[in-house]
């Protein structure tokens, strides 16, 4: 199974997606892996670029070259953040690591489990944003739901307040 590996991490380029892929990094990448960056954008009424192609399956699987170029992301309508470019840069070079994105479009939830089956993904992990309670009863956690939905072993990394 060396080498085989797909590490999935939903990302949605804030703090708390960021921690998790660096405790991603930190605690279970190794050499050999593919780590897949899943990033799950809104839908919305897209009526050009990559968008409309992919709406149903999401994009193809997106190489790092690729996703550090602002001009192909943004057909994805896709923004990602520097600091995170720079951690999935600094991996891709330190360790043979292969890193990819791929992109959907709808509710988090479902498109990650979604991702989970059809990439399919060895692993996931995926941050929390740490709602109270009553935010998580009112908007729901994504995390929570695809820990109990997902098909592979699921880690929540929780986002520390500093």
Not at 1 to 19: I, K, L, N, P, T
Not at 114 to 141: F, H, M, T, Y
Request: glycine share 8%.
């Amino acid at each position: 199974m060396e080498g085989d590996r797909r590490v999935g991490v939903a990302v949605d380029f804030s703090e708390c997606s960021r921690e998790a892929l660096k405790w991603t990094i930190n605690n279970v990448i190794r050499d050999g892996d593919h780590l897949i960056l899943i990033s799950v954008r809104p839908e919305g009424n897209y009526e050009d670029g990559e968008m409309q192609l992919w709406a149903t399956t999401g994009s193809p699987l997106i190489p790092l070259s690729e996703f550090c170029d602002a001009h192909t992301m943004k057909k994805y309508g896709v923004t990602p953040d520097p600091a995170t470019l720079d951690i999935v840069s600094t991996i891709a070079r330190q360790k043979e690591v292969v890193v990819l994105m791929k992109i959907y479009w709808g509710d988090a939830r479902e498109k990650i489990c979604e991702a989970i089956d059809n990439i399919p993904l060895s692993c996931l992990v995926i941050g929390n944003r740490g709602l109270g309670k009553l935010k998580r009863v009112v908007l729901g956690s994504v995390s929570n739901y695809v820990v109990n939905n997902g098909s592979c072993p699921v880690t929540v990394v929780k986002h520390g307040h500093h």
